[in-house]
């Protein structure tokens, strides 16, 4: 099966011009959005319901009209935030959108020091809060024109885009030493998710992904707690369970097949898992999703998909 890649390297838009909007909804349309960080920022703003962002460890529940900003190797996920979900488009631009000529002094000035994790911020931004204000007219003309990127409206893109830029700058500090110490220990921690990524359907120890970070195994369930929200085993069993839910949906392979692909060799602790994260038998929530995707396909049609 196809993982949600860690390191998103994905373009988004053209090359040219690497920048696009997507619109996404939890659970109606995929469950979850797993752990991954990648070079672009990344803004989410939710329009409808609630939705959960964990950024660095930390998570956020966005409303109607709430947003975050996801800057440059941030890592992130996110999930149902409330019992119906929620509706959330994604703005996605890199950093090159902002460069001109060489030696240009503005990218090196205000875009450079996110790309080296110089500069940090407060990243989620509630509804009427100053940021929010600032930035939501812009946002709302970009989410009404997410279908004219590429034909007429590529100045006016880069006009909202370098004025969110301007906002990020205004509203960020410079990163500490002790923060950006914190930030290298966290993207050694990224080898433990690049390990279970690779092995997650056979047995997994604390004590060997520890070894791919370079931790003692105390040291390596306190970051990862920090790193992640959630301990490794936790994390664990919770990917294990996500691509479990990928192939309920997209397979018609046995249950039993599924929870052995995904690491679970003991099918009814494989069931109580499931039920608990996902409220529904393995059986049953293979039935409501392939309902939902009958259901959901001409919508989906008609709106740019991300995964």
């Not at 989620?124 to 204000?133: G, L, T």
């Not at 930035?135 to 100045?155: G, I």
């Not at 893109?157 to 960020?172: G, Q």
Request: net charge neutral; with cysteine.
């Amino acid at each position: 099966m196809d993982h949600t890649p860690l390191h998103e390297t994905k373009i988004h838009g053209i090359k040219t011009f690497p920048y696009s909007v997507y619109r996404g909804n939890i659970p109606k349309w995929i469950p979850s959005f797993p752990l991954h960080w990648h070079d672009d920022f990344e803004l989410i703003y939710c329009t409808d319901g609630q939705i959960q962002v964990t950024l660095w460890g930390h998570a956020y529940t966005l409303c109607a009209k709430d947003l975050i900003v996801i800057l440059p190797h941030a890592v992130h996920s996110i999930e149902q935030g409330g019992p119906d979900g929620g509706e959330y488009f994604n703005l996605m631009f890199h950093p090159s959108l902002f460069k001109g000529a060489e030696e240009d002094l503005c990218y090196e000035k205000y875009v450079l020091p996110f790309m080296n994790d110089e500069r940090n911020m407060n990243c989620f931004h509630p509804a009427d809060s100053p940021f929010n204000r600032a930035v939501t007219p812009a946002v709302l003309w970009m989410l009404a024109h997410r279908s004219d990127s590429y034909t007429t409206q590529e100045l006016m893109i880069k006009s909202n885009l370098f004025l969110l830029l301007d906002c990020i700058n205004r509203h960020s500090t410079a990163a500490s030493n002790d923060n950006r110490s914190q930030q290298l220990s966290y993207s050694r921690l990224k080898n433990a998710l690049h390990y279970v990524q690779k092995f997650y359907d056979q047995e997994i120890s604390v004590r060997k992904a520890a070894e791919q970070c370079g931790f003692s195994e105390s040291h390596f369930m306190k970051l990862f707690k920090e790193f992640t929200g959630m301990s490794f085993n936790a994390y664990l069993v919770n990917y294990r369970l996500d691509l479990a839910a990928k192939q309920l949906a997209e397979t018609n392979l046995k249950v039993i097949d599924v929870a052995e692909n995904c690491g679970f060799h003991n099918q009814s602790y494989f069931t109580r898992a499931f039920q608990k994260k996902y409220g529904k038998t393995p059986v049953g929530y293979r039935k409501e999703r392939q309902a939902a995707a009958l259901n959901a396909h001409s919508a989906r049609s008609l709106h740019s998909i991300r995964y």
